[in-house]
Each structure stands twice: as structure tokens, then as C-alpha cells.
């Protein structure tokens, strides 16, 4: 199996800038904008991020105002300060041993960055590599995690897979199979998380009186460290 997705994904993987790159800062950079944000919104900010940050060194010298202004429209916030927070402990002592000690990295990111950037022996797990190691049983070699990503992504899809193109088809006990509708994630439209987006929005454009925001907002925002309240203005953090 592994055999045939290498050769699938040789012809049909995704051309991704950051598969260009073995920079672990800039596979760091991708993979936190990946958590929570489609590839094709990831791509543009995370070249102009690079563009204006290229090291760890000059992100850990930004102010966390201008992080949080660079992130606006990735959505997720909070992922800006950790990645900055990342960025600061890289600068200040190097990369540790276990990358899950650096803020916002859990075990999949350690191992994206171990195995994309630093070319260790180690398979990055999504639900898309889960997914398919689940329907075919196969144990997948770590140098599968791309191909197995971007199968995941175009042709093993969560409910209707594309079996018709699968490289792995023919010896995957699950061909032909349909599955139920994941549980729908709930609407951003009038959720807290829209009310918090477009409050962050609004402080991010300029200082805003307290008075005139969503006061619940405000509050789990500065509760995060995202913004600071003085007297009754509402700023991002200096
Ligand atoms: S044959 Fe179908 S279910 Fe099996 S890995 Fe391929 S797309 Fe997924």
C-alpha cells in the first residue's frame, strides 16, 4: 500500500509552500495556521507572515498587538499569542527536546514539525491520516504522512470517498462504503465565538471605548491576554 500512495501522491500531491521548505520555524508557522483554517486561506498568510517574520527571532521581537493584527481573518485567535509565546522560548533558548513543552504545540504539530521539517522517523496523525489508516487498517510508514494528508483531503473524504480514484482501493477492506453525516459544527453565525471575532476585529482596527463593545466579549478577550482594558479603553496588548 504504501508503494502505490507514494507513486499517487509523486502525480497528485498538492504543490503547498511549506512543503518547500525543512525550516522548522516556517513548518511551526504553517502547521498552527493549519489547526483550524482550510489550506487555501492558510496560503496567503502564511507567505505574507514569513514575508514580514522570517525567523523565530523577529516574530519573539513583535509587539503581541501587531501579532494579533497580522492573524485577524484566520480566525481562532488565541493561536497568535501562543504561536508568538512559541516564538519567544525559541529565541530565548532554542528548540526544546519535546516540542510539545512550546505553547500551542499538542502531540500532532510536535510531530508534523519532527517529521515535515527535521525529516525524523515519525507519522503526523490528523483525522485525515486517521481516517484512512482506520479504513484500511494499514500501518502507513512515517514518510506517508503528505501523501495520506492529501488522499485524506481529495479522495478518502469523511462521507463519501472517492474509491473510483483510490490508489489504495485494491486492497482496502473498506471500498464502496458510505458514511453518516459527521456532526455539523455549529454555526459562527451569532455564536460567543463570531461576538468575540468581530469585537477583536473592531480593537484591532483602533482603541475602542468600552461602552460602545460587546461587554462579554471584551471580557473572555482580555481574559485570553488578546486585549487590555484601561480606564474605559479597550486596546490590543502593547
Ligand atoms: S478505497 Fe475508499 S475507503 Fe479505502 S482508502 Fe481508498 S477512498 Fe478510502
Known sequence: MDAALESWFAAN????????????????????????????????RYLRWLERWPTAATLASAAPGDVIREWQGL???????????????IAAHGWPEDLTELPGVGAYTAAAVRSFALGEPVLPVDTNVRRIQERTGHAFAPPAGQALMDLGATICLARVPRCDSCPLAAGCP?????????????PFEGSFRQRRASTLRLVAAAPQRLEELDAEAVAALARD???RVEDDLVALPL
Do not use: C, F
Open 13 to 44: 500531491g498538492r504543490d503547498l509552500p511549506w512543503r518547500r521548505t525543512r525550516d522548522p520555524y516556517a513548518v511551526l508557522v504553517s502547521e498552527v495556521m493549519l489547526q483550524q483554517t482550510q489550506v487555501e486561506r492558510v496560503i496567503p
Open 75 to 89: 480566525g481562532y485567535n488565541r493561536r497568535a499569542l501562543s504561536l508568538h509565546r512559541a516564538a519567544q522560548a
Open 174 to 186: 473498506s471500498r464502496g462504503r458510505r458514511y453518516e453525516p459527521l456532526r455539523k459544527q455549529s
Open 225 to 227: 491576554g488578546l486585549v
